[in-house]
């Protein structure tokens, strides 16, 4: 049997869980136990470890909920994004940055969004976002809402969970400086 952790939800555990993520912001219902499990373990299991559970139930979301902020969001990545597929970004460049990879994944979520409410009903919508720092801001004012303690170290990541559509992303390649820092910027295919 593998060590590696395995997450499982049953379909109405899935639909719950988007349904609480959904109201926190939108109707600022309480959070359920389910749901403060469902961010911690998304928080504190790495890429390789993020099981099919995880992406059903951010599927259901970003399906259904349509944020009203529209900031630019970042990702750091090793390659050039093909597909279509859910992601953590950032609010800030200096936290994508800091993961230095080959290159940075930029995602205009105003343009982007710009008529999703005018051609997408909920449970339709395409190009959507979720504002995880939110739901995190919200819980650690308002007494801790039952997440451990190691989960306020992730509020500084700023972190959205975005469905990614390649054709809205802009891609460029972190180049390194003369201090070895990932500073200057590059589109890639450039000279």
Sequence with gaps: M?????????KNQKEEIAENLIAILQKDAKITQATTDFISDWISTGPSE????????????????LPTERPIL???SKRIIKKNRIASFTGQLGCAKNFGKDYL?????????????ELYKPGDYKNTFYPLINVLEKARDSGGWGFPERIWNFIGENEYIVRIEVEYLNILKWVKNDTDKYLALKYPNSK
Excluded: G, H, M, P
């Design 105 to 117: 994944i930029i995602y205009d979520t105003y343009e982007v969004l710009k008529f999703e409410e």
């Design 50 to 65: 993020k099981r099919k559970a995880f992406y059903d139930v951010w599927e259901i979301v970003l399906k259904n909920y």
């Design 74 to 76: 970042f990702r750091s």
């Design 2 to 10: 593998s060590d590696s952790f395995q997450y499982r939800l049953s």
